[in-house]
């Protein structure tokens, strides 16, 4: 999981990612590959 300022470019890693918003925060998950995984702020 990678903590980044702006998920933008994060998102257009690849095609599966998803922007997501869970208890206030803002995730990207990525069922495909979960490494790609993020949180800002």
Request: charged letters at 40%; glycine letters at 4%; aromatic letters at 4%.
């Amino acid at each position: 999981m990678k903590v980044v300022n702006s998920l933008k470019s994060i998102k257009v890693r690849d095609k599966n990612c998803r922007i997501v918003r869970r208890r206030g925060r803002v995730y990207v998950i990525n069922k495909k590959n979960p490494r790609f995984k993020a949180r800002q702020g």
